[in-house]
């Protein structure tokens, strides 16, 4: 089932601060957050598993809510070069393949 | 290093058409992955490939088959293209099974007439 993100948009001025959030209904694993840049492939940013250990860029700051099934990333300090659109991409098992993308959230940074 | 390539860059294809997109990545990654990406839709997984010789279906497989050819290389085919099939179509790839980062490729923007 699909993660549900929230907002869908956002927009900073640069320094402002942003969290971006990430729910889902099943237990989960790990949650993955990319971003993606207009016309462009999505990056790796953060993998954060359960148990605790994150995997990731150390200026990406994230944290995960495994009771809650929530996950968050934030971003603070913003800078014109955190625009793109946010996904969250999530696995309910360890060894699980595959994982299922919320619809993104859009993050534009204004001068 | 390429990383992750695919060719085409962009189609057109009329409506009745088949096509075969190529995907090669040069990570010695052993599992890859096709996706397409619709507006507002986030990206959908068509069909992996945990490791050469397997393959198996994701949330979106109909209207698609794939083939993983080798270790390198996993192309996605569309045997008669619909409207509907319309979309930017990532392939990824990663190294290890399970919990791993996923590397995609720049995608394939299509438009089926």
């Known amino acids: 089932q699909q993660p549900v993100q929230s907002p869908q948009a956002v927009i900073l001025r640069e320094g402002e601060d942003a969290v971006i959030n990430c729910s889902s209904s099943?237990?989960?694993?790990?949650v993955h957050w990319y971003r993606q840049k207009h016309g462009e492939a999505p990056v790796f940013l953060m993998i954060?598993?359960?148990?605790?250990e994150q995997k990731g860029h150390e200026k990406i700051s994230a944290s995960f809510n495994e009771k809650k099934q929530q996950s968050s990333l934030y971003l603070t300090a913003s800078q014109l070069s955190y625009s793109g659109t946010y996904f969250c991409?999530?696995?309910?098992?360890?060894?699980?393949?595959?994982?299922?993308f919320g619809k993104g959230t859009k993050l534009t940074v204004n001068p | 290093n390429a990383g992750v390539t695919q060719t085409p860059k962009f189609q057109v294809l009329k409506t009745g058409q088949s096509m075969t997109l190529q995907c090669a990545q040069d990570?010695?990654?052993?599992?890859m992955y096709w996706y397409r990406q619709d507006p507002g839709m986030g990206l959908r997984l068509i069909y992996y490939?945990?490791?050469?010789?397997?393959?198996d279906k994701g949330e979106v497989p109909n209207g698609y088959n794939v083939s993983r050819l080798n270790k390198r290389e996993f192309s996605l085919r569309l045997e008669s293209a619909a409207p509907s099939q319309t979309s930017v179509y990532f392939c990824?790839?990663?190294?290890?099974?399970?919990?791993?980062?996923?590397?995609f490729g720049p995608g394939t923007r299509l438009t089926v007439l």
């Open positions: 954060l598993l359960k148990g605790g």
């Open positions: 990824a790839s990663k190294f290890t099974p399970g919990v791993d980062t996923q590397y």
């Open positions: 990570m010695n990654h052993n599992s």
């Open positions: 991409g999530t696995a309910v098992q360890g060894g699980s393949e595959k994982l299922v």
């Open positions: 099943k237990a989960l694993y790990s």
């Open positions: 490939s945990a490791s050469e010789g397997t393959t």
